[in-house]
């Protein structure tokens, strides 16, 4: 390991982070912490986007990188923490699957992840390329976090950790897609977002919470 | 010319409707918006017959019969669907089940959506299509809830998070394709996205990295078809959301996702070299169709009934797309456009009937035929030609995709079969009972549009005896594209 360079090693240190993050949303049930631990993961992806552009002299992704700043690290924190505190939401209640149970499926996940990536690793030819498992893991466990909650707050808080995974997943293996693409991912996060802001509120309306076990009538045979 | 028009009428639209969506004038400046794409849209289908494929925009914008022809029958079923809204929405509102906010919201969306569904048809840049797929469920997760009940909002929350989750693979899937792209074509940049070029290089792609990509675009644009077992939104977001609105979802998004599917699978099958995507396309949509055709006998509500119809079509073109080939996939684009027809002429009639009665619960629909003939049996005939009775389109292009089965697949013909004869029973023995018998109805302060109705059961009808050559040849044009030979 010692023939790295150290901004590789920060690299590899900020994909490591990231995922131990990861783990750390799937287990965390205090909803104001899960926000901050969103916000954490979005600064860490900024900080390894702007070693990747400072290393290949790749210009745009310094704008991904203000990007992620400017939507991921400050302003959606900045909405989410407003919507908990408007909704008065700040305890998820007890998931579907106990803590110890999720975190070895968790496990299990990571290991996939780096099977399904070995291939694509292989190929690659970025610098990034072992942080490609990271980042498949990244996603399997935001995927792992919204399957097994219940409140409609970390559901969304899940569904943004997985769109910080697939942007360290496109930059591992290709140093980002081409700006006019993540301009309109970004746009669409964004507008989910406030989607999601007037959503929030009409559930609240309706039912006076935002756990979705309210959300359950529409089965089949009602 | 043509084309710049036909995107920026709905986007201006969209503004437009912004502001003025609730003023009495709205509804006709909605429909008339429409009208406008509509000619736009065929203008650009005459040029494009006329003139070959057409790049725009920086080659940001590929047009090639495929896609021209899902862009005329998405501007057509655009306008009538927003024909049909006209009374049905004023109904609504003076039911008091909308306020003039949420009928603005509608209109602006209305558009907007349009507006998505055309920038996913038209753009040649893999990336912006996932974006347009995904603003075209945005501009649709508020439409969804509408109404603001309990249900609805059920519905749309669904509805958003799985085809969020969905697209979010998606996206994945678009990254890997990105990065076999820059692969092949050694450099990075916007070029390794344009669907063009990655055309010509397919078969230098990388075959490991474009099978993962395709289990992942499949898994993720498949969400939005409705293929099972991915299909949970559809049902709920179809039932709870506005009846044009389940019009123009069954209708025109699930063709708009499946197009992407099938764009994908062209540059997949030309890398892998073998038939794994054909064959996953093949066993999505054949449990589509089963699953659907069971679910069918446990729908009490109309409009759900009609939604798992729509995956269990949604199902049989998928699996002819899958079979491939010159003949399936011509049966198979005949059968997007007769789907798509009688499927939102359905809906009119469920709307206009479901007005009539206060009610989607099909138990309590009785006898529409003696208030309101023309809703009546508009229900009944379009019914009759979703289910694939002659002498209706859907029957031609079911009997070409299951004679084709029983040639090329022969294991899965008599499941075919078996599934749209329980589909058959399923659907009629309800809707026999709604349209004929003593009545539950009552008349309405506006009358109905039910041009919109006829106009499309004409069309399937037409298009059930003849197929008119111009049209034959433009589908296959886009069958060689496809990949059929």
Redesign the interface.
């Known amino acids: 390991m010692n023939n790295l360079t150290w901004d590789l090693q920060l690299l590899n240190a900020c994909a490591a982070l990231l995922l131990l993050l990861a783990f750390a949303m799937l287990s965390q049930r205090r909803i104001v912490t899960l926000v901050y631990l969103l916000a954490l993961q979005g600064a860490l992806l900024c900080v390894a986007t702007l070693l990747v552009a400072w290393r290949t002299g ?1 210009s745009h992704l310094y704008v991904s990188a203000g990007l992620t700043l400017a939507l991921k690290v400050l302003f959606l924190p900045w909405l989410l923490n407003r919507l908990i505190r408007r909704l008065d939401v700040y305890w998820d209640t007890e998931s579907m699957l106990n803590t110890g149970g999720t975190m070895l499926i968790g496990v299990g996940i990571v290991i996939f992840s780096f099977g ?1 990536a070995q ?2 690793s292989a ?3 970025t610098a990034t390329r072992s942080s490609i498992g990271i980042a498949v893991a990244v ?1 399997l466990l935001a ?1 792992l976090t ?1 399957i097994t909650r219940r409140k ?1 707050m970390s ?1 969304v808080i899940g ?1 943004l950790s ?2 910080n995974g ?1 942007f360290f ?2 930059m591992s ?3 980002g ?5 993540e301009l ?2 970004a ?2 996060v964004l ?2 977002m406030l ?2 802001g ?2 929030f509120f ?2 609240r ?3 006076d919470s935002l756990d ?1 076990h ?5 089965k ?3 | 010319m043509e084309f710049a028009l036909l995107l920026a009428i709905p986007l201006l639209g969209a503004a437009l409707l912004g502001v003025f969506g609730a003023r009495h004038f709205a509804p006709e400046l909605n429909a008339l918006l429409s009208a406008a794409t509509f000619v736009a849209a065929v203008a650009l289908a005459v040029r494009v017959i006329a003139e070959g494929n057409l790049l725009a925009g920086g080659e940001q914008f590929f047009i090639d019969p495929f896609n021209v022809f899902l862009v005329t029958l998405t501007a057509l079923v655009g306008m009538t669907t927003a024909l049909f809204s006209r009374p049905y929405m004023r109904v609504e509102v003076e039911h008091g089940r909308l306020t003039a906010g949420r009928l603005r919201l509608y209109h602006s969306m209305y558009q907007l959506f349009t507006f998505t569904m055309l920038l996913a048809l038209t753009t040649n840049n893999m990336g912006l299509l996932w974006v347009a797929m995904e603003a075209a469920t945005l501009s649709t997760v508020l439409l969804v809830t509408l109404y603001r009940t309990p249900a609805s909002l059920e519905a749309g929350w669904k509805y958003f998070i799985l085809c969020g989750v969905g697209i979010a693979q998606a996206l994945f899937g678009t990254i890997l394709l990105y990065f076999a792209a820059e692969h092949a074509l050694g450099g990075s940049g916007i070029q390794s996205l344009l669907w063009t070029h990655l055309n010509t290089v397919k078969t230098e792609l990388e075959p490991a990295v474009l099978a993962l990509a395709f289990v992942f675009l499949l898994v993720g644009y498949g969400t939005k078809v409705g293929l099972a077992p991915l299909h949970n939104w559809l049902p709920d977001a179809h039932a709870e959301g506005p009846t044009p609105i389940s019009a123009v979802l069954s209708g025109l998004l699930l063709n708009v996702a499946l197009y992407a599917v099938v764009r994908c699978k062209v540059l997949v099958e030309g890398s892998l070299q073998s038939a794994v995507p054909s064959k996953m396309l093949m066993t999505f949509g054949l449990l589509s169709v089963v699953l659907a055709a069971l679910f069918l006998w446990r729908q009490r509500d109309i409009k759900r009934l009609f939604a798992y119809s729509s995956i269990e079509h949604m199902g049989i073109v998928t699996f002819a797309f899958g079979m491939g080939g010159p003949v399936a996939s011509f049966a198979a684009l005949l059968h997007m456009t007769v789907h798509s027809l009688t499927k939102s002429a359905i809906f009119f009639a469920v709307g206009h009937a479901a007005q009539k009665t206060g009610t989607q619960m099909m138990s309590d629909i009785r006898g529409l035929v003696t208030v309101s003939p023309t809703v009546g049996w508009g229900l009944m005939l379009g019914t009759l030609a979703i289910l694939g009775l002659p002498p209706f389109g859907v029957f031609a292009s079911e009997f070409l995709i299951l004679t084709t089965a029983m040639r090329e697949q022969p294991w899965a013909a008599p499941v075919l079969l078996a599934a749209l004869g329980i589909a058959f029973a399923a659907i009629f023995r309800r809707v026999q009972p709604m349209v004929f018998g003593e009545t539950t109805a009552k008349r309405l302060p506006h009358p109905p549009a039910l041009l919109p109705v006829f106009a499309h059961l004409g069309l399937v009808l037409m298009l059930g005896v003849y197929v008119p050559p111009y049209l034959a040849d433009w589908y296959r044009a886009a069958t060689v594209l496809i990949g059929g030979q």
């Open positions: 790749e399904l291939p694509i190929l690659a030819s996603i995927f919204m409609a559901q569904f997985m769109e697939l997943g496109a293996a290709t140093y897609m081409p700006m006019i693409v309109g991912v746009l669409d507008v989910a989607v999601l007037v959503f009409q559930i309306e309706q039912f979705l309210h959300l359950e009538s529409l089949e045979q009602k």
